[in-house]
């Protein structure tokens, strides 16, 4: 739809500017007059930049707005009135233009739901909350749930990555480090010895053959590291392979802990929020399998399914999938068994939030001592490789002086 800007009256006599998305000028005008504004002119505003380039909306600026928006409806504030102040106060360029379409959307006759949808900006469990809120009547409630849920779902990514960008870091920096003594100090001081012809020791001689064999390869090295990252790429992303190799990601020390958590604080805060919203276990579920995005984690969501609608319950269908562990198994069963399950998934989801952010501050004080000990060890290595023929060189130094 093209975009039209415009410039429209108050019904108080003052003028007032917008702009919005349209099928024609004719809905354009029709649209101002539910609004008590009367058309003055308008223009269609022409874009130079293709909508891949129009921006991002953050997780946590939709829980933002989520939050804003629920509190102007518990304030009493009419729903369209609050997108409009929204859509003053927002800076984002794309979010602002999306709250300008949810709003003519509803001033359509659309419900909220529908036109949130169709923004494509909210996950499908914060569209199940938005439409039960508007059924039951309690939108500010159910918006203030979807609000918390974005925050918490941020928290967590931002926690993830975390765990995983520092250990990642210290990887490269260490790599950087020992690529520049074995391709730029090492041969020269290697070199010298034996142009010198210094007699070199055991040590000496194999790390002379270990920088020999790095710098008949260095040319080969960025090709091998190019092949090997498509290659990971390619079984991360391929259908067929995507689900045993997360499967083998998750056997990693450390890296597979980290997305264990990871899953399972998702799955248990998705399981706990929708649980506590009314929804229906099998209905649950399928929100659940829209909302992640990894083939593995869809495969666990469906399996689950599958067994609850062979006859079995929560505990049972989750204790065939590997990835939840004997505590979770027995506080989902004793919730069954209590009629406390909604209780449990969010001490469960409590718990695993706890675990994430838990491994990020572990990982920093575990590392920080691992790195030193084995940067230690290498550099180590090289300087009795160096000792002995810089030893050997100053006592030729000194006969001939």
Known sequence: MPLFTYTALTREGTLTKGEGEYQSPEELYYALQREGLTLVNYSVKRTIFPKFFSG??????????????????????????????????????????????????????????????????????????????????????????????????????????????????????????????????????????????????????????????????KFYLPLFLIISIITILFLYRHPKTQIPFERLLLKIPIFGRVRRLNFLAFFFEHFALLLSAGIDLLRLLKLMYESFHRLYHKKIVKNIEESILAGENIASALKKEKIFRPLDIRMISVGEATGRLEEQMKMLANFYYQEVQNIVDTLTKILEPVVLAIAGIIFLIIIIALVGPIYELISQIGKTS
């Open 56 to 217: 991002r909306v953050k997780r946590k600026e939709l829980a933002e707005f989520l939050h804003h928006l629920a509190f102007l409806l518990r304030s009493g504030v009419p729903l369209i009135t609050s997108l409009e102040d929204l859509e003053k106060e927002t800076k984002n360029p794309k979010l602002k233009r999306e709250i300008n379409k949810i709003r003519i959307a509803i001033t359509r006759g659309e419900t909220f739901r529908s036109a949130v949808e169709k923004t494509k900006l909210f996950p499908p469990v914060v569209i199940s909350l938005i439409q039960i809120g508007e059924e039951s009547g309690t939108l500010d409630r159910t918006l203030e749930e979807a609000s918390k849920h974005l925050y918490r779902v941020d928290e967590i990514i931002s926690q993830t990555k975390r765990a995983l960008i520092y250990p990642a870091f210290v990887l490269f920096a260490m790599s950087g480090a020992l690529a520049f003594w074995i391709f730029f100090v090492l041969p020269k001081l290697l070199g010298t010895f034996k142009e010198m012809g210094v007699k070199l020791p055991l040590p000496t001689i194999i790390l002379m053959k270990v920088v020999n064999f790095f710098l008949a390869i």
